[in-house]
């Protein structure tokens, strides 16, 4: 490290040392520091000069300090020695402290500004202050104090500062009051793709999608993150077709996806069971360097175990150079759900020996794969283990598993008694499976219990009707059948519409019972109606869609 020359500087012209010329001088030094021993003697010979009341030089070393690994300590110190700091120096000081989410000091400290009556030379937050205080605000979810320094941004003159706007949006909407969001985008004067982004955001996260597509669509530029924030939100409130559907139009428009707009679409391949775009999205991926990404390998092997390519995800595991704990989770939760139990147990004894630590997650894919297997003990095994080896708390989840794991293997006394110990009042997924169970193992007893608890928390559901009338049913109690039909007819209990879904040429499309709003409805019934005729005359399959007066096919 090079030091200035003492004797070059005291040699000067003017026979005077100018300070900001001295200062200048540890610019580059200062900017070439890349670690806290360096600093240490840059500060020495900054004593030496008896600069240490330069706000200029404080504000770099402060700024190094928050690079180089916090040492707030040492950063308190420099700032605490300047008698008159400026509010550079206060910006700084503000960023090292909100950086390393010292929170309540940072709003100390923007106090201090404000008391700038009491100084001989005033002081006043500027552009750089308020989003830092702002990013404090929304940290802390301080609704009350972020409202007091937006009037300080009016006061202040900083209000048509596009940054400050976009800060106080952010905070907003962090703090939940999508309203005040929506007022303060509405008076900016100037407005970037950011503001657009964060009330995008703001109404997805609010499950206000219509609103949220809406803004999309006025939008006058894009970004990457506008697509992605669009896609999250439709996952978000389970519209997986509609967040495909952006995933291909975002293509469509040459906008390429990046690592988190993978990561956002893949559950929606998952949920869907699009297992051809989710192949594309692999391909893709790897042609781009983004298979480097974890949570993008992990999301792959999710979307390939749901969407029934549990070869593929075991292959894609298996190619993985490094895995988390998310990883081990997600496969043995796959194999559990492909019926393939001792190959989840096994990959759970793998994950110990590679010594990565299981989470809630592993345990329920570890249950789940013992309840579909039938192993009674195994499974009680591992769930005694969570506590006792892992100090897990067991979650509602993990009850689930345990009641279902009994119940599926026929111990319905057993699981009862489960129940009865549990430490929180049974929920409707609980006694959804002590339900079942009963409807497999023919025990009516207890399937009127049952459903006489999950009718008084979910009294709207319809499934839990049609269990308890497929249990008489099971069991010819055919007084019973007429029963449950006649309480869901006196009741007006809505039934849910058949749904079904299909992937075509890489496009999702729902059908409902009932639906005619399809464009192809009349091709898809005349098909049916084409079948229907072949089975029902035993005519051979010769015939061709030709042959059926629907003009629209043509010949």
Same mark, same amino acid.
């Given at each position: 490290m090079k030091f200035i020359n003492t004797k070059s500087w005291l040699m000067n012209k003017t026979g005077a040392l100018a300070v900001r010329d001295i200062e200048d001088q540890f610019v580059p030094l200062l900017k070439n520091c890349s670690n806290f021993t360096e600093l240490n003697k840059i500060h020495a010979h900054i004593v030496k000069f008896s600069l240490s009341q330069s706000n200029f030089l404080v504000t770099k070393m402060i700024d190094i300090c928050n690079g180089c690994g916090g040492h707030l300590q040492y950063a308190h110190q420099l700032f605490d020695q300047i008698t008159q700091p400026n509010i550079f120096l206060y910006n700084a000081h503000l960023r090292i402290l909100s950086h390393n989410q010292f929170y309540a000091d940072a709003i100390a400290v923007y106090k201090r500004i404000?008391?700038?009556?009491?100084?001989?030379?005033? !002081?006043?937050?500027?552009? *750089?202050?308020?989003?830092?205080? /702002?990013?404090?605000?929304?940290?802390?979810?301080?609704?009350? #104090?972020?409202?007091?320094?937006?009037?300080?941004?009016?006061?202040?003159?900083?209000?048509?500062?596009?940054?400050?706007?976009?800060?106080?949006?952010?905070?907003?909407?962090?703090?939940?009051?999508?309203?005040?969001?929506?007022?303060?985008f509405d008076e900016m004067s100037e407005r970037d793709v950011v503001s657009w982004n964060s009330v995008v955001s703001g109404y997805a996260r609010a499950g206000q999608m219509k609103r949220a597509r809406a803004m999309f669509d006025y939008m006058p530029e894009k970004t990457v993150v506008s697509w992605t924030t669009l896609i999250s939100g439709y996952v978000r409130i389970g519209c997986y077709a509609e967040a495909l559907d952006v995933f291909r139009k975002m293509q469509l428009v040459g906008m390429r996806p990046d690592e988190i707009s993978i990561v956002a679409v893949l559950p929606a391949c998952a949920q869907l069971g699009a297992l051809e775009v989710g192949k594309w999205i692999h391909i893709y991926s790897d042609k781009n360097g983004l298979m480097k990404n974890i949570c993008?390998?992990?999301?792959?092997?999710?979307?390939?175990?749901?969407?029934?390519?549990?070869?593929?995800?075991?292959? #894609?595991?298996?190619?993985?150079?490094?895995?988390?704990?998310?990883?081990?989770? $997600?496969?043995?939760?796959?194999?559990?759900?492909?019926?393939?139990?001792?190959?989840?147990?096994?990959?759970?004894?793998?994950?110990?020996?590679? +010594?990565?630590?299981?989470?809630?997650?592993?345990?329920?894919?570890?249950?789940?794969?013992?309840?579909?297997?039938?192993?009674?003990?195994?499974?009680?095994?591992? *769930?005694?283990?969570?506590?006792?080896?892992?100090?897990?708390?067991?979650?509602?989840?993990?009850?689930?598993?345990?009641?279902?794991?009994?119940?599926?293997?026929?111990?319905?006394?057993?699981?009862?008694?489960?129940?009865?110990? /549990?430490?929180? +009042?049974?929920?409707?997924?609980?006694?959804?499976?002590?339900?079942?169970?009963?409807? $497999?193992?023919?025990?009516?007893? /207890?399937?009127?219990?049952?459903?006489?608890? #999950?009718?008084? /928390?979910?009294?709207?559901?319809?499934?839990?009707? !049609?269990l308890l009338s497929n249990v008489y049913a099971a069991m010819e109690k055919w007084d019973g059948v007429s029963r449950m039909r006649k309480l869901m007819r006196n009741m007006r209990v809505k039934k849910t519409p058949g749904c079904s879904l299909i992937e075509v040429d890489n496009i999702v499309q729902e059908f409902v019972v009932g639906d005619e709003t399809k464009p192809f409805s009349h091709e898809i019934y005349c098909m049916l109606d084409l079948l229907d005729l072949d089975n029902s005359t035993g005519t051979s399959n010769e015939t061709t869609i030709g042959d059926i007066m629907c003009p629209e096919f043509g010949n």
């Open positions: 404000l008391g700038y009556p009491e100084r001989v030379i005033p !002081v006043f937050p500027d552009k *750089f202050t308020f989003p830092i205080v /702002l990013k404090v605000c929304g940290g802390c979810l301080w609704l009350d #104090l972020g409202r007091e320094i937006h009037g300080h941004v009016w006061r202040f003159g900083a209000v048509s500062n596009s940054v400050v706007g976009n800060s106080l949006i952010d905070m907003y909407l962090k703090c939940g009051s999508l309203s005040d969001a929506e007022k303060v993008i390998c992990n999301a792959l092997i999710e979307m390939y175990a749901k969407c029934g390519g549990i070869y593929e995800a075991c292959k #894609l595991f298996e190619w993985m150079a490094d895995r988390d704990v998310i990883s081990w989770s $997600t496969m043995i939760m796959g194999l559990a759900n492909h019926g393939r139990a001792e190959e989840a147990i096994r990959m759970f004894v793998e994950m110990g020996r590679a +010594k990565v630590e299981p989470n809630g997650v592993t345990f329920l894919g570890l249950l789940s794969a013992c309840a579909h297997a039938g192993f009674v003990t195994k499974g009680l095994r591992y *769930f005694d283990s969570m506590k006792s080896e892992y100090f897990i708390d067991p979650g509602v989840e993990h009850y689930g598993c345990v009641i279902d794991l009994l119940g599926r293997s026929g111990h319905l006394d057993q699981a009862v008694e489960f129940i009865k110990k /549990l430490p929180f +009042k049974p929920d409707s997924s609980i006694w959804g499976s002590v339900l079942s169970a009963c409807r $497999t193992h023919n025990n009516l007893e /207890l399937a009127v219990t049952a459903t006489e608890q #999950l009718l008084e /928390l979910e009294p709207d559901d319809t499934g839990n009707y !049609v």
